[in-house]
């Protein structure tokens, strides 16, 4: 007989912290929404809302474009 797992519900964090905008800078926030290859992770493995999910890629671009963030890890 299997047993229900509790999965905790996921928030998003920039509404929680209440922040103006994300900033590009901020490489190591915009790390964690990567993966390993470099690719953006979704909004369903993250949790951050659709509001947030855009910002957060245009942040990453953004990043990218100014060499701040590499387009493909190691």
Known sequence: MQQKRFQRRK???F???KSAYIDYKDTKTLRSYLTERG???PRRMTGVCAKHQRSLT???M???NIAI???VER
Do not use: G, H, P, V
């Open 58 to 60: 245009e942040a990453i």
């Open 11 to 13: 928030f998003c964090r």
């Open 15 to 17: 509404c929680a912290e």
């Open 69 to 71: 963030l590499s387009f």
């Open 39 to 41: 690719k953006l992770l």
């Open 62 to 64: 953004r990043a990218r």
